[in-house]
């Protein structure tokens, strides 16, 4: 089994800055995209940041020039520096990692359990 476990969010005033983390552990041979998705309270889930193996990243339009992601790959571990924060980017930030647990197993899936960000004054 793969557990993806996030720490880092909490409550910041508008222009500051947080640090998410996320580390995978358990059955794992390899590991491809990891990425941060979130959701705001009545809106579906959407993609914040993803970064592949290879190191390659993809941003939100929203968050692009104020978001950097970068991962870790002797930890598992995927980070979200979170610059210049908005109240809209308030939500449950959620890690997701594309993982084979085994030489035997398929790419899949997994999530953590969610962390939140609240960007108030």
């Known amino acids: 089994q793969v557990q993806l476990v996030e720490s880092g969010g909490g409550l910041v005033q508008p222009g500051g800055s947080l640090r998410l983390s996320c580390a995978a552990s358990g059955s794992i041979f390899s590991v491809n995209t990891m990425g941060w998705y979130r959701q705001a309270p009545g809106k579906e889930r959407e993609l914040v940041a993803i970064?592949?193996?290879?190191?390659?990243?993809n941003y939100a339009s929203s968050v692009a020039d104020r978001f950097t992601i970068s991962r870790d790959d002797a930890k598992n571990t995927v980070y979200l520096q979170m610059n210049s924060l908005k109240s809209e980017d308030t939500a449950v930030y959620y890690c997701?990692?594309?993982?084979?647990?085994?030489?035997?197993?398929?790419?899949?899936?997994?999530w953590g359990q969610g962390t939140q960000v609240t960007v108030s004054s």
């Open positions: 997701n990692a594309r993982v084979r647990p085994a030489p035997s197993t398929w790419w899949r899936d997994y």
């Open positions: 970064i592949t193996s290879d190191g390659i990243t």
